[in-house]
């Protein structure tokens, strides 16, 4: 129910898929971004829900392949989802980088660059029957698309 403690490399595979496009973004972030005025309640949240969720990535090896079974199709769910996500950012670095890019949406999912990982590490907690990564991914979530939903909505309004 709260994972078996061990190294993870599933996790921290999908921490690279997730760090490394964000550590690109970083050095070039789209003209207008600014994290002022973000609602301090959703800022607790995400960054609560980033540092559970990173940990629980790591410690517990329930994420690992093991022998094959309709539940390993969670596994490729949320491994889908994750190469989603990184072909949202191929495609958000191919763009002009407006901030219209960074919170579009991808193949239906509305805010792809917020929804994809957060979809993908819960569906990584259903795999390994983490409820310690289901509980943070759900923390992260309310912080992480909340803050992309305001975001989103303010250069709609400003449009």
């Not at 490399?9 to 070039?28: A, D, V």
């Not at 390994?128 to 303010?154: D, E």
Request: charged fraction near 15%.
């Amino acid at each position: 129910m709260f994972g078996n403690l061990g190294f993870s490399y599933i996790g921290l595979l999908f921490l690279l898929m997730l760090f490394i496009p964000n550590i690109i973004w970083s050095k070039g972030k789209p003209q207008g971004y600014t994290s002022k005025k973000e609602n301090k309640i959703l800022v607790f949240f995400e960054r609560s829900g980033e540092a559970l969720t990173c940990c629980c990535s790591l410690i517990f090896s329930d994420f690992n392949i093991h022998e094959w079974t309709l539940w390993s199709l969670w596994l490729i769910a949320a491994l889908i989802l994750m190469l989603m996500y990184e072909a949202w950012w191929v495609r958000y670095f191919r763009s002009e980088r407006r901030l219209s890019d960074f919170y579009s949406s991808f193949f239906g999912v509305p805010i792809a660059g917020a929804v994809l990982p957060v979809i993908a590490f819960f569906m990584l907690g259903i795999y390994g029957r983490v409820v310690c990564m289901l509980i943070a991914t759900l923390i992260l979530g309310i912080g992480h698309i909340g803050i992309h939903i305001q975001h989103k909505n303010s250069i709609d309004i400003g449009n």
